[in-house]
């Protein structure tokens, strides 16, 4: 094979692409109308969001932090959930998944991972007690997992699904953009996933109620945004109340300016992340040093992800650094954090998991060819 000259510059693991003269021409707009804020492009961004996903509502956010705190805050305040309620939700995860259920003074309940290293049903359903109000699932790397089944669960046990869909923009179930089923599902468009921006995210509930509500939590609680008030009709446009102690969690028009152009491009980026995925799978999958994450039938992943487990990661990472190819880690168990270390032993699989896994550099500026450079590497270290 074709070899890398060391002049080449190195594999990385996430490298955003941003179109940057169309990028430039929707900050422009912002620039020459006065409005980088809230409303104009996050309006529009909303909108085209609703489009492209077929979800009921979307609330453009600065964060999917912010937009799961928010997921909970309020569907504890609609359903009257108390402090020390619990939410089931897994331990192999950014740990902004878990902190959204400690902001709000609730308990995260681990449950293991499936062969998809998202929820798995059976553990969930073990986990459940007279305390459980909600699932908190995230679609691992763009996977849907067993998706459904944890829908059907929620369904028996009168339980809220929290979506946290941070990596699954583009991700399609049986057709369908994923998140119908859920109470509510919140992406990022942080800098590095499949939708760059700088900081961003969207939160899109269920509820036409929730949606009204969420945006006035996202504005510090004040019932009437200044955009609304600017282009109404009202002569007293300066009236408004604040209804609650909210936060200042909405986005700005200079972020969706980012995330127009990123949306025009997301399914054909997401295309060319899966030519990478198969030219990994195809030449990863014979190795019997290496376990893939396979995908169930009916998903379309976003392939926010590629990642592979092997025994000793720490020297397999040590050597594809050697050979400038630098890969990440998606997650540490998060029992393993002083945060967390109550629920410490609770989930095996994920936890060896989490000793055993490295995300393969994946994304829309790399080649087959490179793709290519980095299997036969990986390879010929495990195999040595
Ligand atoms: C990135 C990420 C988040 C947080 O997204 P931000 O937009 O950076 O706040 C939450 N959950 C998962 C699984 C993530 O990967």
């Known amino acids: 094979m074709a070899r890398r000259s060391k002049l080449l510059d190195p594999i990385n693991l996430f490298v955003p692409k941003f179109r940057v003269e169309e990028c430039l021409a929707e900050i422009r707009e912002c620039l020459e109308a006065g ?35 928010l997921a909970v805050r309020l569907l504890k305040d609609v359903d009257g959930w108390t402090e020390g309620d619990e939410i089931i939700s897994t331990a192999l995860t950014f740990v902004s998944t878990n902190h959204a259920i400690k902001y709000e003074g609730l308990n995260p309940v681990f449950a293991d ?6 929820l798995d049903p059976e553990a969930v359903r073990l986990a459940i007690t007279p305390r459980t109000r909600a699932i908190m699932f995230v679609g691992m790397g763009g996977n849907t997992g067993q998706l ?7 369904q028996e046990h009168d339980l809220r699904l929290i979506l946290d869909a941070a990596h699954m923009a583009g991700t399609r ?6 998140g119908q089923g859920a109470d509510v599902t919140v992406f990022s468009f942080q800098a ?5 921006t700088a900081d961003a995210g969207m939160i899109c509930f269920e509820s036409a109620t929730l949606d009204e509500e969420v945006r006035k939590w996202t504005w510090l609680g004040i019932n009437k945004d200044t955009y609304t008030r600017t282009v109404s009709e009202n002569r007293y446009r300066w009236h408004y109340d604040v209804e609650n102690v909210g936060y200042k969690y909405h986005g700005n028009s200079v972020m969706a300016a980012l995330a127009l152009v990123g949306l025009r491009y997301l399914d054909e980026d997401n295309a060319q992340r899966r030519n990478i995925a198969s030219r990994y799978r195809s030449m990863l999958s014979k190795s019997a040093n290496l376990s893939l994450v396979s995908i169930p039938e009916g998903c379309v992943s976003s392939q926010h992800l590629f990642q592979i487990m092997t025994d000793n ?18 997650y540490k168990d998060n029992a393993s954090y002083r945060m967390y270390a109550d629920l410490q032993g609770s989930c095996p699989r994920a936890h060896r998991a989490s000793e055993r896994l490295i995300s393969l550099p994946l994304h829309v500026s790399m080649t087959e060819q490179d793709a290519s450079y980095v299997a036969q590497s990986l390879l010929e270290i495990v195999e040595a």
């Open 35 to 69: 409005w980088t804020g809230l409303g104009f492009k996050t309006v529009q961004m909303e909108q085209k969001w609703i489009a492209y996903t077929d979800l009921p509502h979307a609330h453009f956010i600065n964060s999917a932090t912010s937009g799961l705190h």
């Open 113 to 118: 991972v499936d062969e998809y290293l998202c």
């Open 148 to 154: 459904s089944e944890i829908i059907k669960i929620c």
């Open 173 to 178: 179930l049986d057709g369908q953009h994923v």
């Open 192 to 196: 590095v996933k499949n939708l760059p």
């Open 313 to 330: 990661r720490d020297e397999v990472m040590d050597q594809l650094n050697q050979r400038d190819i630098f890969p990440g880690v998606h």
